[in-house]
């Protein structure tokens, strides 16, 4: 899984005027939920979060927050919704989902189809059933994507869920005789 470390300080000031205030300072409000305790409100510099954010949008990844004075030390994170301007694609808030690392969790994990099928070449039709599958085990054990090997496949052929390579420690949730990919 990708790993992202952002540094961060707590934030003392709510509402829309101390949000405004701290954007033009270049700072980001966000907010840090976890079960069952109150929420962690930061300010997050903007220059250095958009840039984090871009590279992992969309993946599963695990954010380190870094923020100054807290007892905890770091805190990981998953993002769980981005907030931007819709004209100028400015920041406006981050909520970020705390999780413990030595606790199983449910991701899912989108799958990569690599190469051309042996049956598409031969005029097959290539039919995606899944492009993702979903996975339980510990954050860091999980991985980005699974690249599914097609080259083999030939008209007729297909995958099943069960048929994907899956590293140690993770199991699938997913039904594994559920059709994956097949060639027509």
Not at 56 to 82: A, C, P, Y
Not at 123 to 134: D, F, M, T
Not at 152 to 175: A, F, Q
């Amino acid at each position: 899984m990708i790993q992202v470390s952002i540094p961060g300080v707590f934030r003392s000031g709510f509402g829309k005027g101390a949000a405004r205030q701290l954007r033009m300072k270049e700072l980001t409000p966000a907010v840090v939920y976890s079960g069952g305790t109150d929420a962690v409100p930061l300010q997050l510099n903007s220059t250095v979060l958009h840039r984090n954010l871009l590279d992992i949008h969309g993946r599963n990844s695990i954010v380190t927050l870094q923020i100054e004075g807290d007892e905890k030390g770091e805190r990981h994170t998953l993002v769980k919704e981005i907030q931007k301007n819709p004209v100028t694609d400015e920041l406006v808030h981050v909520d970020f989902f705390e999780i413990a690392l030595d606790k199983p969790t449910v991701f899912t994990v989108p799958l990569k189809f690599a190469g051309t099928a042996k049956g598409v070449d031969l005029g097959g039709e290539l039919h995606i059933a899944r492009n993702s599958v979903r996975l339980k085990g510990l954050p860091l054990d999980i991985p980005d994507i699974i690249e599914v090997g097609i080259r083999n496949l030939g008209r007729g052929d297909s995958l099943t869920l069960g048929e994907l390579s899956l590293p140690d420690k993770v199991e699938m949730l997913d039904d594994p005789a559920r059709l994956c990919v097949s060639i027509s």
